[in-house]
């Protein structure tokens, strides 16, 4: 008898609520023992591919391994969304213009307090460029200083 596999839990968009939580494979979280990825790769790194592929949805370990969660690319998050509501959103009545609908509010916000929007984008270009420009004197004073002929 095949014992029943863990799923893991879906990232949402950091402005949605905990309502409504699926799987990677697309089960509703409330009906499916679930793992966060967070648990999940604690679990992987201690049981390794095979073993976890007895005890973890494929499904969900391909799909995981192939979308990158908010916080790592929010543009990589966005794209899932926006293709998960394009092809398969119809088929789910609740969720067929949630994206949409959450987009135009978002571009609602940024019209009713541009100068706001404006200070962020440019707070995160400048902690960008300063996270640059720390990483390259970081790399600079960690090059060896060459020898001299006839040194040691």
Wanted: proline share 5%; net charge positive; aromatic share 6%.
């Amino acid at each position: 008898m095949k014992q029943p596999v863990d799923h893991i839990l879906r990232p949402r968009l950091p402005w949605r609520s905990e309502e409504h939580a699926i799987t990677e494979c697309g089960y509703d979280a409330t009906k499916v023992k679930t793992l966060t990825r967070e648990e999940y790769n604690a679990r992987y790194k201690d049981l390794g591919r095979t073993r976890m592929a007895m005890l973890t949805c494929m499904t969900c370990m391909d799909t995981n391994a192939r979308y990158a969660h908010w916080a790592d690319d929010p543009r990589q998050a966005m794209s899932r969304e926006i293709d998960w509501e394009i092809r398969w959103g119809r088929e789910v009545r609740d969720r067929e213009q949630r994206l949409r609908d959450e987009l135009l509010a978002i571009a609602s916000l940024i019209a009713a307090h541009p100068e706001e929007f404006a200070q962020l984008i440019d707070i995160l270009k400048r902690r960008r460029d300063w996270l640059d420009h720390k990483k390259a004197a970081d790399a600079q004073r960690k090059r060896p200083k060459p020898r001299e002929p006839g040194g040691l």
